[in-house]
Structures are given as structure tokens and as C-alpha cells.
């Protein structure tokens, strides 16, 4: 009897894993069946060399896209053992995932998946509504279920300490000709299957922005439409910082995203401070944390809006040649 997964299951979830987040929307991800089990790979085309010179990007967006197709089987009835870069001589494969025992999933799995569809980098200012400490709690208890940590920062100090951090790292960032030239190629004015409508970039800054915003080339805001005083601040980390751990952190993200999605809460993420070398070891310092931190999120509640488009799904597939 064949115990593997099918073409169909593949295509199935693959269908839910593209709907996790990357740098700039490039989708830096593939997925194949080989001798029965799904195979999650980076795409080193859609690389960003000017802003991920590392792949850090890259894999945490594949991590975020492993989450996904994780939960996708799951709900199906059919959970998978995942074993993460399985293969010394193929480093672009970051999981394999072959079938485990069957069962129906869990509550908790299938409120996860629900709002997959729904969620969305929300770059637009909040309403000042706090996160109550319950929502809190569930956020961080995400992370921990994919063995990483998350610091929230609450109050004026922690929060503008942070906010130095990250717009000295912009400012480094800005100063580079490739990297803004970089992030211009992925800003889209017309519909795409990719990259950043500048609908959905958020509103362009201004001098009283506490936190940097990337210019996405979005609208100029409406009078009174500042960002939040007080954000909310999540930074999310992982134990080390190998490629592995990269992909772990990817995964704890994306998890981390779908239970603020299920909890009705907006979050955006801010990577600059990540970006810069010497501004996240600045960040780690500032926490006090044993680890490496791995993203940057702000949480709050805000308008509705939706995601980003997608490419087709089997634009990302590499299927099994059938002989004959």
C-alpha cells in the first residue's frame, strides 16, 4: 500500500501555504512530491540580494509557508512529521513532511486555518484601542508552540527605545542606492500576481512617525490619520540563528499571525531592525534575551483591508514527470 502523500493533497495545501507573507511579496518558495513526501524549498530566483543578502528573508518566509502547509494537511485529516533541512547537499530544500498517523484535527487547527484567507499585512495606522491581556497571552503562547519567544513592549520607554533602534536601521537602509532600487522593482501600480500594491503600502511617512514605514508608494494620509502613539510591539526570536532556526522563527511567525488574524487584531511587520546587523544585535541587548531576534510585529486593531495577490499555484509546483 502506498503511504505517501498524492499529487492532489500537494496541490491541496500548497494552495493554503502560498498565502504566507515574504519580504516585498516575492513568494520565495516551491514545493514537490519526492518518493512520497512534500519537499518546501526556497527559490533562490526571487532572492532580494540587496535586502536579504543572507537569505534570512527567504527562509523565514519558507518557515512561514511550512506552517501553513502543515496546517492545511492537518485539517485534511492527514497531519505530517516534518523533518527540517533534510538534506546536507540540498540547501535550498528547508522541510520535508511525510504522512503521520491520521486524525481529526483539533479546535484549535482548524480556528488557525480559517484564517488563513484573511490575513494581511495591515500598514495602515491603528485605532487606539489596547490588546487586551488575553490576546496577549495567545500570542505568546504561539510562539512558544514553535519553540521561540516573544518580548511585547508596553509602555512609552521600552517603546521609544525600540523606536531609535529601528529608525536608525532605516536610515542605513535608505542610504543604499540597491536597496531602494530593489524595493521599487517590487512595488506594483497595476494588478500583479506578486510584489507590493501601492494601494496596500500604507500612507506615505511623515516627520512625526514614531516607527519607520518602507515606501511602498503609498496614498498621502488624511488629516489627523497619525500612527498610533502607544503601538503595541512584538518582537519575536528563536534560540539561535542557523538556517534552521530561521525556519523555525518562520513558522513561530506564521503562527503568531494567524492567531492575532483569529483574534480580530491588525499587525504589520517592521524588519529593518533585523536587516542591520548592528541594530539587531543592539535590539537583542535592549530585551535582555538569550537568542536572536528574528522579526519585528505591530499589533493593534485597524481597518479592514485584504491580501496581497498570489501567484497560481502551480507556478510553485514541481510535479512528478508521469512516464509515457
Known sequence: MDTGFTVEQLRAAATDAVRAP?????????????????????????????????GWGTRIAAGAALFNLRLALAVAGTPA???????????????RLVPDVPRRPIPAEQSLYAAIPRRFSNRAPFWPDPVPADAR??????????????????????????????RGAHRVLERDP??????????????????????????QSEPQDLLPSRGFGGRDRAPGRDFEPEPLVAVLGSTGNTAVDQVVAGQALQRVLLTATDAGLAVSMLSQPIEVPGAREQLRLSLGRFGTP???????YGQPGSPTPRRPVGDVLDLPVRPG
Open 22 to 54: 515574504s519580504l516585498h511579496n516575492t513568494q520565495p518558495w516551491r514545493f514537490r512530491l519526492r518518493e512520497g513526501g512534500i519537499e518546501v524549498l526556497v527559490d533562490p530566483s526571487r532572492r532580494l540580494p540587496a535586502t536579504d543578502p543572507s
Open 81 to 95: 512529521t516534518v523533518r527540517l533541512r533534510p538534506y546536507p547537499a540540498e540547501p535550498d530544500v528547508v522541510a
Open 137 to 166: 497571552w495567545r500570542l505568546g503562547e504561539a510562539a512558544r508552540a514553535e519553540q521561540c519567544w516573544l518580548e511585547l513592549l508596553i509602555g512609552t520607554s521600552a517603546v521609544n527605545a525600540f523606536a531609535e533602534i529601528a
Open 178 to 203: 540597491a536597496y531602494r532600487a530593489e524595493r521599487e522593482e517590487w512595488v506594483r501600480t497595476e494588478h500583479a500576481v506578486d510584489g507590493v500594491p501601492a494601494a496596500a503600502g500604507g500612507p
Open 294 to 300: 528574528q522579526m519585528v510585529m505591530r499589533i493593534g
